[in-house]
Structures are given as structure tokens and as C-alpha cells.
């Protein structure tokens, strides 16, 4: 029972995406690290204080972590479709 358990917990944190998936992640990325530079920039210059602009620097970076890294489904979409092994040797 609890290896069972075990077991669906690993393939859903495998982490295996596809080639569009890692495309996207990558997209992403860029885009909310960028966005939150902007933010925590402008923040910190309207308020005069670092600490803030830091904070939500790091929210920013902690929110980019939580929806790129995980292998959502989303990033599967694509699957690859491989040939079977010696197929292509002949």
C-alpha cells in the first residue's frame, strides 16, 4: 500500500517534460523574472527602500520557481515518439 503510494508520488514529480514543454518553461521563466525585476525595481525606487524591492524580488523569483520547475501537465503535452530500439540501424 504505501509503495503504491510511493510510486504514483514519484511519476508525478519525475519531472520528464517534453521539447515544447521546456520551450514553454523556458518562456516563462524569462518572462516572470523580467516582469518581477520591473516590479521590485519600480517598487523599491517609488518607496525609496531596498528591503521591499528585495522582497518582492524574491517573490517574484519564488513564484517563477513554483510554475516552472514542478513537471506540470501542461508541459506535457508534446510527448516525444521514439522509434524502437534498433529501428533505425538497418
Request: aromatic share 14%; charged share 20%.
Amino acid at each position: 500500500m504505501a509503495e503504491e503510494i510511493l510510486d504514483k508520488i514519484r511519476d508525478v514529480v519525475e519531472g520528464q517534460i517534453d521539447f515544447d514543454g521546456q520551450r514553454r518553461a523556458e518562456g516563462f521563466a524569462t518572462l516572470l523574472l523580467a516582469l518581477s525585476a520591473l516590479l521590485a525595481f519600480n517598487i523599491g525606487y517609488q518607496y525609496q527602500d531596498i528591503q521591499k524591492a528585495m522582497y518582492v524580488g524574491l517573490g517574484g523569483s519564488a513564484l517563477t520557481f513554483i510554475i516552472v520547475v514542478p513537471p506540470w501537465p501542461f508541459f506535457k503535452t508534446h510527448p516525444v515518439k521514439w522509434l524502437p530500439a534498433g529501428a533505425g540501424w538497418q
